[in-house]
Structure formats: structure tokens, C-alpha cells
């Protein structure tokens, strides 16, 4: 008998989630197991503004793919997707092609810059490990130009963030706990540096208790961020963006536009001629493709619609994994020879959103409302037990977030 | 009776040196002593390689000039000179003007680029404390650049230092320590990163002893440093380098080129009208100005002779402090009415240049060779010496440099 190749296409949260719980499911003699991924790393997607920001170092985000994957079970392929064939029922890498019998999709997102002139060209996106530490260094190098300079450039420390949902407002936040220590490195005044969050809605992190987001709102500022709300972003330049509010226009200079405001799923989705809605594949319950039984996807590049709100899930970690660790236990079912799939629910864990290290805002368990300290220290734990579901406790203790009391 | 205004400008290791001797030897009622500085900070030239590499931490190199500095003795004015005017007795500061009665100048160096087309506009130097983490964050900012960009740009990883002299040998020896690590950083190849020293001399540390040229080349050459000897930099872009070597011409691209072959006295100097000889003031054996007996000039600004070779001392730390020891004796004899100065006499405690942290060659005690580990131990008790001379033993532990076993 044949052993069906399965293989896994990125190794984020999806991806490497769904490897770590197959490998466990599954004998060598089960199924050939077969993980791609453009590094021979995972990271943690949801920490890279502070590797962006420079409050966290990304060696503390990323972590070797072979010490959390079995490779005397799992076959790791360090190379790039390119492309999908699903009616071949093969993939595409930049140094090969894969066959697979079952396919999984965990190939994340890519950044939706909307057609604004200049945004794709001129703003730094926080996406992986490369460019956050490269929006670090922009920054530093800015800093450090400064004083280099007899006519001083005001853009050199304006720093603008699009967009004022999750991710910028986690990114303003690390940024509002680092520019004081930059200051000091490269002998700038605290008062010269602006840190700008230009959001579209009238008001930030929307759908948030405004409670919460008042509490955001006072704690940023109080740091010295200032909110555009009800500000679009026209255009954005090397050394400036255009925004316009109440039908009024203004530029503001900056060589740090940070476009956090739109994340779309991978392209190579939507290029793969699976069928899509928004760029997604709107899964069935059990998590494949409606069109390709064979095809597996997960994480952002999925699509899953919430009932009770009749609008999809947002995408998270959070359900990155949760659809991971369905996806391995559908695929073992599949291998095994069985027909009844699971379906998904989505466990609602709670949303925490922080606001540099030691600050944050959230809604757990169902309604409970958080904020300061102790959302903060809630939301180390949410990482801290992916950590520990991912690793066990040895990778808990290594790459854990212990750090509460200051 | 009216107290003469003693005013000093710069505070480097002449500056410094002269008002903290000056402040020993003069009570508040003998003399107005002020002293002008750009910065807060005094710095310790000799060590900017280091920062600009990255190897040591500016922070490190500077210490607030208060921490030396008796601010009930001492005026200190923090302020850019912008032209010294002897024939009126003034100094015209950015912000003001100051009057005085005997005036020392120790304004330093800047860089000379021989009118080499594009080196003032393309290439760093590495001149003071914000010039040096320009240049360590300059080469941070291309590597995080690297693994950003689909078609990989050589010239982000390829670093030039134009001067195979004291300056640029040391450069290159902290660059090849510090290179591995940001390769680490950056996850980038060893392999894939230059480091080129050009020097149009036949030889690197031209002057020095033969074998011990020979030891650092190895040394430079076993860490990955290319040498280009006998070449000609004829210019300088912002992406490349044109050398020319025995009538060959070669194009090296490169994003990054320090410039350390070329110094001369700060401009200020030959501006002033002063008498000047390739600069700088060659001064009288009391050290004042042939032309203006009210005028000291120390540092990088005077010009010496050395008797047995004909030839100038070479501008050195070492002699700065030595000359601002005397000036600080002379004024004191002055400022007490006195007229027989004293003559200054060069004392070498030899010569000892780094090649990282670790390894060094020199000469010292007259003729005696050394190299490796144990020269660098030398180096630390010279940069230590220095401390312990200017601030005391409280300095000394705070700023020296006791890493000697690793
Ligand atoms: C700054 C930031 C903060 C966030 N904070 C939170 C939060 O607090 N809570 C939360 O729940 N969600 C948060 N999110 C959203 C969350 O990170 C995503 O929803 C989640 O990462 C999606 O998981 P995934 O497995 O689909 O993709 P990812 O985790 O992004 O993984 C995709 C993987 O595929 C690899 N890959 C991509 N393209 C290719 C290719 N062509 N070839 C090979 N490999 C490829 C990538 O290297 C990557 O490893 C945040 C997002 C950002 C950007
Ligand atoms: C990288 C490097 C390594 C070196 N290594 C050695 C070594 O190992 N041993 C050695 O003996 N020599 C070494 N030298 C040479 C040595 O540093 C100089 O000879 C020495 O610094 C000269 O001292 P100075 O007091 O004349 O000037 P500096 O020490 O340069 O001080 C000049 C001061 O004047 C201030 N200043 C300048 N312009 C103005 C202005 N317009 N207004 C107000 N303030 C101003 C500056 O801020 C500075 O503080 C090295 C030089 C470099 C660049």
C-alpha cells in the first residue's frame, strides 16, 4: 500500500501547529510528512512590532523549526512557495516541485496597501522577521542621521503608523516604551519625536468597548502618541504621507510611514485558482476546500464565518491554531481510512490587545474587561501557552514571557 | 586689579587637559578660566573606532566634561566657535562672543579629503561621537536591508576604509570582530560580507616596524580583511569605489566608505589668520603662536618639530595631553606675573596600535616589539593612564578598560 504524502505549506502558526500534532498522531509508516517553509524558522507572528519597535530582540520571537519538529518524522523543506497546482495536485518551490495527496494551506498573510500612491513602495510593513528588524534599524538610522545634520530634518523623527486597530496600536505602544531609550542613545529631545496613529474610523481599535479604548487612548498619549482618527491616508512619499480629515488636507513629513491598517491572505491563494471569497478560501466546517477535498487550509488564508455575527472570524493566532489542531485530527482520520471529519467551532478565548510591556487592554472570558497590569500579565500567559502547547515545557521556559513585574 | 580671562576652546584631550590642570594650579581669584565645547561630553577620540564599528558603546567613550570639571572654578560654555579673531582678542561663538586675555586652542581635527571627487559628499569619517554611531548604524541599516530585497545588492555588505594608516588598520581590526556578529544578527553568510582596506602607500602602517606589519596583516587577513595596497581611491559614489593600482583601474560597489586616510587641523585655525604651516600653528617651544604670544595652541591644531628626524610629530593623543600639560604650567607662570616659560619636550611612551579587542602591535620603551595579546594589554594601561591622569581613580574605574582576559 501507498503512504499518502501530505505535505504543509508554511510553518506560522497554522502550519507549524498542524505538524507538531500530526507528528504525534501519525507513525513514519502512516503518511510521509513533508513541512515547507521560506525559513528554517517559525516565529511568532504576534510579537514582531516589538522586534519592529526594538523592545524585543526577534531571536526571542523566532525559534529553530527542528527543535519543536520531529525531522526523523517530518521531511523540512527550506524553500519558497511560488505557486499552487491544485488540479495537478502538486506545488511550485523556488528549487522544486512537491506531490502531495493532502495538501495544507498555512501560508499567513501579506500586507493590503488598497492602491493609496506610494503606500506599497514607501511605508515598511511589519510582516516577519526581516522587515521588523529592518523597520528597527530605519528608525535607529534616522535617529542616528540626525545630529549628523546642520539643517536638522524634522521627518527624521516623525514617525507615522497607518492604521489604529490591533496591530498599530500594539505597535504605537512599544514604540511610546522605546523612543525615550533612543532619545538617550542618540542625544535627541523627547519633545522633537512624534509618534502619529492615523486610523480611518472615527475611532480607534473599532469594535472594542470604548471603555477599554478610552483607557488605550489616555495610556498612549499620556506617552506622547498623538491619534488622527477619521483620517485617511492619500499618499504616501519617501519623506512624507498626505492624510485627509474633514475634507481638509495636510502632509506631514516622515521617513517612517509604518502601514499596520490592512492585511489580505497570502496571494499565491487567490493565484492558485482555488475558489475564493475576499482573497480567502471559505472553508467547509471540516476545514477543506468545498472545490478540493485534498486541500486543507488554515490561519489567515482561511475564511470561516461567524454565525452568530454573520460577518468571517477575524484573523488571529488564536484561531490559526485552534483550526491547526482540527486539521490534524481530520487528516488522521483521512489516513487512517475513516470519512466522518469534524467540524469547527471557534473556542473564544479572549482578545487582549497590549500596549507596551507592561500595559494592555482585553475581554476575556466572555465579557470580563481588562486593563493596565493585569491585562498585560494575561496577555503573556495566552503566549506563554502556545509556547507550552507548541514545545512543552522546555520551550515554555526558554522562550517564555516572565517578565511581569516590570 | 583686574583678572585676566583665560578662555579655552574645545575639549578634547587638549582642551580637557588643560583646564583640568589649569584648575589646579589657578584659585577664583587669580583667573577667569572658561572653557567652550560643542558638546557636554568629552570624548575620547581614540576610541570612536570601536564605536563606529560597534564594538564598544559610545556612552563608553564620552563622560559629562562636569564629571572632570570644577564648574564653581571653571566657566563652561557649551557652544560651536565659529572664528577666532586674534587681532581683536575675541572668539565668536554661535551663540555669542567671548573676550579674553589668553586664549587655547584645541579645536582637533577635521577630515581631509584631498579634493578626491565625491569622498566629502559619499564617504563617513569617523570625527566624533555622533559621526562614529552614523557610521556603526549605517552598516547595521544595510545589512537589515539585505534579506528585504528579492535581488540581493552586494554593495549593502561590502565595506571600504580608504587609509591603511593608524586609524584605518585599528577600523578594520574591530570591523572583522564585529562583523561575524551582525552576520549572526541579520542571518547573513560570513562569506558573503567584504571588508577592503585601501591604502595607496606600498604598505599598511607605513612607518612602522616591518615584522610587525607583517603580524597584523596576518592577523587583519586571517579575519577576513582584504588589503589593496599601492591603490589610489580616485572616487566615490554613494553605491561604489574606483581604485586604481598599477595603472589598473577597479570599481568595488560599496554602500559604506570610511574615509581614515586623511586628517588635518581644524579649518578654524587657518581661517583665524594666525600664521599657519600645512594648517596648523607651528609653535614656539613655550607653545604659543610666533605671532600672538597671548595665543596656545595644542593638539591636532599645533605643528611640532621633531628635531632629530626634521620632520613633524605625529598628530597623537599622546603628545595633546603632553603639550596641554605645559600650557597649563605656562599660563600659570603668566597669570602670576612670571616670564621665563618653559620648552616642551616630546616624552613617546611609544606607539600601540589595536587590531581588535584582543590582538594589538607596538613599539614601546624605546625599541621594544610587541604584538598579540600582551600589546593589547598595553593599550588598555595607555587608555587607562589617561583616566586616571584626567579624573582620578573614580574615573578610572568607571570609564576604563579592564576586559583584558577576554
Ligand atoms: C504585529 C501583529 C500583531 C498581532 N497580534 C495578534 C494577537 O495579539 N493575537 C492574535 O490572535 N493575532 C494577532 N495577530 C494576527 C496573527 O499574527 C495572524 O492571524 C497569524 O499569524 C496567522 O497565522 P498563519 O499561520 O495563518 O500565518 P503566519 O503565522 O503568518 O505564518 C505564515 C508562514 O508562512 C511562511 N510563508 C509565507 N509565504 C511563504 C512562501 N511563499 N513560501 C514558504 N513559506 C511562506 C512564513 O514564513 C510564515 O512562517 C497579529 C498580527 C501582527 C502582524
Ligand atoms: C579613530 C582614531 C583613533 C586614534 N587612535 C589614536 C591612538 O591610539 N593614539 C594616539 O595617540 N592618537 C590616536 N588618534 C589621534 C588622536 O585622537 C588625536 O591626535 C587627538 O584626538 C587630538 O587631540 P585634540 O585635543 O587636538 O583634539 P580632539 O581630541 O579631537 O578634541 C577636539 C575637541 O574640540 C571640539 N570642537 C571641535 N570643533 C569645535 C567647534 N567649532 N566649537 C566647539 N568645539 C569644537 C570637539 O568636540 C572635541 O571635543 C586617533 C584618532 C582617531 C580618529
Same mark, same amino acid.
Given at each position: 500500500?501507498?503512504?499518502?504524502?501530505?505535505?504543509?505549506?508554511?510553518?506560522?502558526?497554522?502550519?507549524?501547529?498542524?505538524?507538531?500534532?500530526? !507528528?504525534?498522531?501519525?507513525?513514519?509508516?502512516?503518511?510521509?510528512?513533508?513541512?515547507?517553509?521560506?525559513?528554517?524558522?517559525?516565529? !511568532? /507572528?504576534?510579537?514582531?512590532?516589538?522586534?519592529?519597535?526594538?523592545?524585543?530582540?526577534?531571536?526571542?520571537?523566532?525559534?529553530?523549526?527542528?527543535?519543536?519538529?520531529?525531522?526523523?518524522?517530518?521531511?523540512?523543506? !527550506?524553500?519558497?512557495?511560488?505557486?499552487?497546482?491544485?488540479?495537478?495536485?502538486?506545488?511550485?518551490?523556488?528549487?522544486?516541485? #512537491?506531490?502531495?495527496?493532502?495538501?495544507?494551506?498555512?501560508?499567513?498573510?501579506?500586507?493590503?496597501?488598497?492602491?493609496?500612491?506610494?503606500?506599497?513602495?514607501? @511605508?515598511?510593513?511589519?510582516?516577519?522577521?526581516?522587515?521588523?528588524?529592518?523597520?528597527?534599524?530605519?528608525?535607529?538610522?534616522?535617529?542616528?542621521?540626525?545630529?549628523?545634520? /546642520?539643517?536638522?530634518?524634522?521627518?527624521?523623527?516623525?514617525?507615522?503608523?497607518?492604521?489604529?486597530?490591533?496591530?498599530?496600536?500594539?505597535?504605537?505602544?512599544?514604540?511610546?516604551?522605546?523612543?525615550?531609550?533612543?532619545?538617550?542613545?542618540?542625544?535627541?529631545?523627547?519633545?522633537?519625536?512624534?509618534?502619529?496613529?492615523?486610523? @480611518?474610523?472615527?475611532?480607534?481599535? %473599532?469594535?472594542?468597548? %470604548?471603555? &477599554?479604548?478610552?483607557?488605550?487612548?489616555?495610556?498612549?498619549?499620556?506617552?506622547?502618541?498623538?491619534?488622527?482618527?477619521?483620517?485617511?491616508?492619500?499618499?504616501?512619499? %519617501?519623506?512624507?504621507?498626505?492624510?485627509?480629515?474633514?475634507?481638509?488636507?495636510?502632509?506631514?513629513?516622515?521617513?517612517?510611514?509604518?502601514?499596520?491598517?490592512?492585511?489580505?491572505?497570502?496571494?499565491?491563494?487567490?493565484?492558485?485558482?482555488?475558489?475564493?471569497?475576499?482573497?480567502?478560501?471559505?472553508?467547509?466546517?471540516?476545514?477543506?476546500?468545498?472545490?478540493?477535498?485534498?486541500?486543507?487550509?488554515?490561519?489567515?488564508?482561511?475564511?470561516?464565518?461567524?454565525?452568530?455575527?454573520?460577518?468571517?472570524?477575524?484573523?488571529? @493566532?488564536?484561531?490559526?491554531?485552534?483550526?491547526?489542531?482540527?486539521?490534524?485530527?481530520? #487528516?488522521?482520520?483521512?489516513?487512517?481510512?475513516?470519512?466522518? #471529519?469534524?467540524?469547527?467551532?471557534?473556542?473564544?478565548?479572549?482578545?487582549? @490587545?497590549?500596549?507596551?510591556?507592561?500595559?494592555?487592554?482585553?475581554?476575556?472570558?466572555?465579557?470580563?474587561?481588562?486593563?493596565?497590569?493585569?491585562?498585560?500579565?494575561?496577555?503573556?500567559?495566552?503566549?506563554?501557552?502556545?509556547?507550552?502547547?507548541?514545545?512543552?515545557?522546555? &520551550?515554555?521556559?526558554?522562550?517564555?514571557?516572565?517578565?511581569?513585574?516590570?
Amino acid at each position: 500500500m501507498n503512504k499518502p504524502n501530505i505535505v504543509i505549506l508554511g510553518a506560522g502558526y497554522g502550519g507549524i501547529m498542524t505538524t507538531v500534532k500530526l !507528528q504525534k498522531k501519525l507513525g513514519v509508516n502512516d503518511a510521509n510528512i513533508t513541512l515547507v517553509n521560506k525559513h528554517d524558522y517559525h516565529y !511568532q /507572528t504576534t510579537w514582531l512590532h516589538e522586534n519592529a519597535a526594538g523592545t524585543l530582540h526577534h531571536d526571542r520571537t523566532r525559534l529553530p523549526i527542528k527543535d519543536v519538529v520531529d525531522f526523523s518524522k517530518v521531511n523540512f523543506v !527550506q524553500d519558497t512557495v511560488v505557486s499552487i497546482k491544485p488540479e495537478e495536485k502538486k506545488v511550485a518551490l523556488e528549487n522544486g516541485e #512537491l506531490d502531495y495527496d493532502y495538501l495544507v494551506v498555512a501560508l499567513g498573510f501579506e500586507a493590503a496597501t488598497f492602491g493609496i500612491p506610494g503606500l506599497l513602495d514607501n @511605508a515598511f510593513t511589519i510582516g516577519n522577521i526581516n522587515s521588523a528588524r529592518l523597520i528597527r534599524e530605519h528608525i535607529e538610522y534616522n535617529f542616528a542621521k540626525y545630529n549628523n545634520e /546642520t539643517e536638522k530634518k524634522q521627518e527624521r523623527l516623525n514617525i507615522v503608523v497607518g492604521g489604529g486597530g490591533f496591530t498599530g496600536i500594539e505597535f504605537v505602544g512599544e514604540l511610546a516604551n522605546r523612543i525615550p531609550e533612543l532619545c538617550k542613545e542618540y542625544d535627541i529631545d523627547r519633545n522633537q519625536v512624534r509618534i502619529i496613529n492615523v486610523e @480611518a474610523a472615527p475611532t480607534v481599535l %473599532p469594535g472594542f468597548d %470604548p471603555q &477599554l479604548v478610552e483607557y488605550a487612548m489616555n495610556s498612549l498619549e499620556a506617552r506622547g502618541v498623538e491619534f488622527k482618527v477619521g483620517a485617511m491616508l492619500k499618499e504616501c512619499t %519617501p519623506n512624507s504621507i498626505l492624510i485627509e480629515k474633514d475634507d481638509k488636507q495636510e502632509e506631514i513629513l516622515t521617513n517612517t510611514t509604518v502601514w499596520a491598517a490592512g492585511v489580505r491572505a497570502n496571494s499565491l491563494v487567490e493565484e492558485s485558482g482555488l475558489e475564493v471569497n475576499r482573497g480567502k478560501v471559505e472553508v467547509q466546517p471540516d476545514l477543506r476546500a468545498p472545490s478540493h477535498p485534498d486541500v486543507f487550509v488554515v490561519g489567515d488564508c482561511a475564511l470561516i464565518m461567524n454565525e452568530e455575527t454573520g460577518r468571517p472570524y477575524p484573523p488571529t @493566532a488564536q484561531i490559526a491554531i485552534q483550526e491547526a489542531e482540527l486539521a490534524a485530527k481530520n #487528516l488522521a482520520i483521512l489516513v487512517g481510512g475513516g470519512t466522518h #471529519l469534524e467540524s469547527f467551532e471557534f473556542m473564544d478565548r479572549g482578545t487582549v @490587545a497590549s500596549l507596551g510591556h507592561d500595559d494592555a487592554i482585553g475581554v476575556v472570558f466572555g465579557d470580563k474587561k481588562l486593563f493596565g497590569w493585569s491585562a498585560s500579565v494575561m496577555k503573556k500567559m495566552i503566549d506563554n501557552r502556545y509556547l507550552l502547547k507548541l514545545g512543552g515545557l522546555g &520551550l515554555l521556559l526558554k522562550k517564555g514571557k516572565f517578565n511581569i513585574f516590570h
